[in-house]
T-cell receptor, first 113, second 115 residues
Framework: AQSVSQHNHHVILSEAASLELGCNYS??????LFWYVQYPGQHLQLLLKYFSGDPLVKGIKGFEAEFIKSKFSFNLRKPSVQWSDTAEYFCAVSGINTDKLIFGTGTRLQVFP | EPEVTQTPSHQVTQMGQEVILRCVPISNHLYFYWYRQILGQKVEFLVS????????KSEIFDDQFSVERPDGSNFTLKIRSTKLEDSAMYFC?????????????FGPGTRLLVL
């Protein structure tokens, strides 16, 4: 079955701490991978995406993610979080011949000053 | 920066009533989508639409649902006879490219409550 797992449901960090949010997927075939972010009161915004090429992808606001095919993972990282990173983060996967995005349950990140 | 917009932001309706949720995709985008998120659950794909046709739909998207692009700018989702379990946040999205080659940009959502 096609699915995305985000094991961290709620993460609480202090500013300047490092962040890693886990994402594992189950999908037959070649995949496209995405991280979306939803800031409080706002809509889903694309943080970064992987289609092909370099498995280390850099996105906006200092975020990056690494696609590890052998582990079916696409973990999101940021070396030093800020209070403004407080948001919900969603990992998503799609196949290369479909537009159907399959989302994880999301991880709520709270950053305290 | 162009954005996907959705109206209304909130809708309350009685069970059995028809609702139409409206979306204005980004103007040069050609592929359109609806997703929903029931409270506490994952965002789920409903349907994709391209060239005035449904290109893909999920098992959720049954005969009670329909989509339409009535003019050059709007994209609508109609639920013919709402059920309690249709209560959810409904997100519209659009992309320039499809078939796995595009990035979907989401609107702010319409929160639908069926009583």
């Amino acid at each position: 079955a096609q699915s995305v797992s985000q094991h961290n449901h709620h993460v609480i960090l202090s500013e300047a701490a490092s962040l890693e949010l886990g994402c594992n997927y189950s999908y037959g075939g070649t995949v496209n991978l995405f991280w979306y972010v939803q800031y409080p009161g706002q809509h889903l915004q694309l943080l970064l995406k992987y289609f092909s090429g370099d498995p280390l992808v850099k996105g906006i606001k200092g975020f990056e993610a690494e696609f590890i095919k052998s582990k079916f993972s696409f973990n999101l990282r940021k070396p030093s979080v800020q209070w403004s990173d407080t948001a919900e983060y969603f990992c998503a996967v799609s196949g290369i011949n479909t537009d159907k995005l399959i989302f994880g349950t999301g991880t709520r990140l709270q950053v305290f000053p | 920066e162009p954005e996907v917009t959705q109206t209304p932001s909130h809708q309350v309706t009685q069970m059995g009533q028809e609702v139409i949720l409206r979306c204005v995709p980004i103007s040069n985008h050609l592929y359109f989508y609806w997703y929903r998120q029931i409270l506490g659950q994952k965002v789920e794909f409903l349907v994709s639409f391209y060239n005035n046709e449904i290109s893909e739909k999920s098992e959720i998207f049954d005969d009670q649902f329909s989509v339409e692009r009535p003019d050059g700018s709007n994209f609508t989702l109609k639920i013919r006879s709402t059920k309690l379990e249709d209560s959810a946040m409904y997100f519209c999205a659009s992309s320039v490219n499809g078939q796995g080659a595009g990035t979907q940009y989401f609107g702010p959502g319409t929160r639908l409550l069926v009583l």
